[in-house]
């Protein structure tokens, strides 16, 4: 603690020895440093007085500068928490590979530099791993899980700093993470220090670290649990959002399925229940709570991916196109309801149903003549673009994909609808460049719906009214310069 009151008396206190050359692995430090009582004899003072200092220790101690001098607080604790920040005798080597990453860390500005910071973690991840298997002293074995720790903090810290993919190193992260589950469970850590691990965890910055209670439940016993909810609620105001989810995880370490229904049905979510019914073989539970998830207007909810593939476990092909009809029911859109209509099984009778059951857009002749494309009904599609409304694209679709088939003269001249409307809005582009470019790609889709029209039919007897409809865009559009340029370097 002589250390500590120095750093709060005097915070410019240089703490860490001075590395003299890059190339060099020596340090110019004193054999022995005197603080009042206290003699290191260290080549390191921070090394040492860590040895000593809990982490909560050390959390006081910047909490205490933070409101004496906070000017000088970031700075301090760049000096106090480093990656060789924690105590390693005896394991020199190991010390060495964290000043490596340390190093690496700094000199990060490439992909390239990502890819060697990661496979430098996961080499120390698992050097870390192997000294701790391989040593049965607990206090050993606990100075390696706080290095370990002191990695995972200090990786995370550095990814939300750094504007290079940050991809390689979260995947080292989770390989990281697995080796503090491994090293906890032996070293068996007080609960007051597994609570300290798992919140900082679950608050760290970024999106890195997904602890689960479940992996550390040996070492928390219920007043354990009791107390990490606690200190969660002390840092509800940074991210509240995860106050919720971190209590479910403890009902659900706690089997108490009363409270795990009671915090997704605050949450809104109900992965967890499944997960719980699960766990317990309730089979006809999970069976009624999928159900329940795939009606869109029962309260219940999943995750998108668990949903999916809850509903194929359960109902199997049945289900598939049981999440797709929520999806779509739930997000009305025309992509979500082709994706419903492309489901095995799925009619055009299905998709009209289904497509009437939704309000908000049961009478938009978009989507009827979506479902007439797909499944190839000419009439339906004929009767729409004739006496409705439906957009000049969605026509165009139709006519192309369906009604060459059958009435090619008609379809044509849908098609054209589409071309000049776009070759309208086209034209009226502030940006010459683009409107070049978007003139040159419609005059190829023209020449390409040539091509299509001929195979559709299976003859020439299509070309008078392309050559027609033609004729009618370039009368219409031809005096602008864009366009009487494509349709001369295609010699129309």
């Known amino acids: 603690m002589a250390v500590a009151l120095r750093l709060i ?5 240089a703490l860490s020895a001075r590395l003299l050359d890059e190339n060099e692995d020596e340090y110019e430090v004193e054999p022995t440093q005197r603080y009042g009582d206290v003699v290191v004899d260290t080549r390191d003072v921070v090394t040492n007085t860590l040895e000593v200092m809990s982490r909560h220790d050390l959390l006081k101690v910047l909490n205490t500068l933070r409101h004496i001098n906070p000017l000088v607080e970031p700075a301090v604790t760049q000096l106090i928490l480093p990656f060789s920040a924690r105590p390693l005798p005896g394991y020199e080597a190991l010390q060495y590979e964290i000043e490596i990453t340390r190093v690496l860390f700094e000199k990060a500005y490439t992909d390239d530099n990502v890819e060697r910071i990661a496979s430098q973690l996961e080499y120390t991840g698992n050097l870390i791993r192997s000294h701790a298997d391989q040593t049965s002293d607990q206090n050993d074995q606990l100075k390696l899980l706080c290095a370990l720790e002191n990695l995972i903090f200090n990786t995370i810290i550095w990814t939300q700093h750094t504007a290079l993919p940050a991809g390689p190193v979260a995947r080292a992260l989770e390989q990281l993470y697995a080796h503090h589950v491994a090293v906890a469970r032996a070293s068996q850590p007080p609960s007051s220090h597994v609570i300290d691990w798992i919140i900082g965890a679950i608050f760290a910055p970024g999106v890195y670290l997904h602890p689960s209670i479940s992996d550390y439940a040996e070492l928390l016993d219920s007043d354990a649990l009791d107390a990490l909810i606690t200190e969660a609620h002390k840092r509800s105001s940074q991210q509240p959002e995860k106050i919720v989810p ?10 108490d399925m009363h409270e795990v229904k009671r915090l997704c049905a605050e949450s809104g979510n109900y992965d967890a229940l499944l997960g719980f019914y699960r766990k317990n073989g309730m089979d006809l539970d999970a069976e009624k709570l999928v159900t329940a998830a795939l009606d869109s207007a029962d309260p219940v909810e999943f995750s998108p991916t668990m949903l999916f593939n809850a509903a194929g476990e359960y109902f199997g092909d049945e289900g598939t196109r049981m999440y797709l009809r929520y999806c779509f029911e739930k997000e009305p859109s025309i992509d979500n309801f082709r994706l419903f209509m492309q489901c095995p099984g799925v009619d055009f009778a299905d998709a009209i149903f289904v497509l009437q059951s939704v309000e908000a857009v049961a009478t938009n002749p978009d989507y009827t ?34 009604g060459l088939k059958y009435d090619p003269v008609w379809a044509l001249s849908v098609i054209f609808v589409h071309y000049r409307e776009l070759m309208s809005v086209v034209l009226n582009q502030e940006s010459m460049a683009v409107a070049s470019m978007t003139v040159k790609w419609l005059m190829d889709q023209i020449m390409m719906l040539q091509k299509t029209a001929r195979e559709a039919v299976g003859s020439l007897d299509t070309e008078p009214e392309w050559s027609f409809q033609v004729g009618r865009l370039k009368a219409e559009f031809g005096s602008h310069p864009l366009v009487n340029e494509a349709f001369a370097e295609w010699g129309l």
């Open 9 to 13: 008396r005097q915070p410019e206190w």
């Open 246 to 255: 971190l209590e479910i995880q403890v009902a659900l370490v706690r089997d």
């Open 369 to 402: 003549l979506l479902a007439a494309t797909q499944f190839g009904r000419f009439d339906v599609g004929f009767e729409i673009i004739n006496s409705g409304s439906p957009s000049a694209s969605r026509a165009a679709h139709f006519a192309e994909d369906v």
